[in-house]
Nanobody, 129 residues
Framework: EVQLQASGGGSVQAGGSLRLSCAASGFTFDDYNIGWFRQAPGKEREGVSCINSVDGSTYYADSVKGRFTISSDNAKNTVYLQMNSLKPEDTAVYYC??????????????????????WGQGTQVTVSS
């Protein structure tokens, strides 16, 4: 069974840091884009970051550029999202998802994943001011 499990969320004060993990099982993501998304109450889900495991290219939403860093450990089949300088507006449930990586840019992959109907259990990030 193909699964992506997001973890590592928590509650921090503004300016703090968290590292989220996305562990894949049932497939190896060497040929995939792995993306991070978030959804705050009353808002639409948005793409936060994405990494292409084929060529290592990355994507960041403007709102997180310079603060968040995405990385992957192919040996562990895990993608990480290091979140620094957190702001209250980063508060949301964070999810990870996968899309084909060969011939698909990270920006294209974000759109593909946003159109997916299935989202696994996310991890809550709460940033207090």
């Amino acid at each position: 069974e193909v699964q992506l499990q997001a973890s590592g969320g928590g509650s921090v004060q503004a300016g703090g840091s968290l590292r989220l993990s996305c562990a894949a099982s049932g497939f190896t993501f060497d040929d995939y884009n792995i993306g991070w998304f978030r959804q705050a109450p009353g808002k639409e889900r948005e793409g936060v970051s994405c990494i292409n495991s084929v060529d290592g290219s990355t994507y960041y939403a403007d709102s997180v550029k310079g603060r968040f860093t995405i990385s992957s450990d192919n040996a562990k089949n895990t993608v990480y999202l290091q979140m620094n300088s957190l702001k209250p507006e980063d508060t949301a449930v964070y999810y990870c998802a996968a899309a084909p990586g060969i011939g698909v840019t990270t920006a294209q992959a974000i759109l593909i994943m946003l159109s997916d109907d299935y989202w696994g259990q996310g991890t809550q990030v709460t940033v207090s001011s």
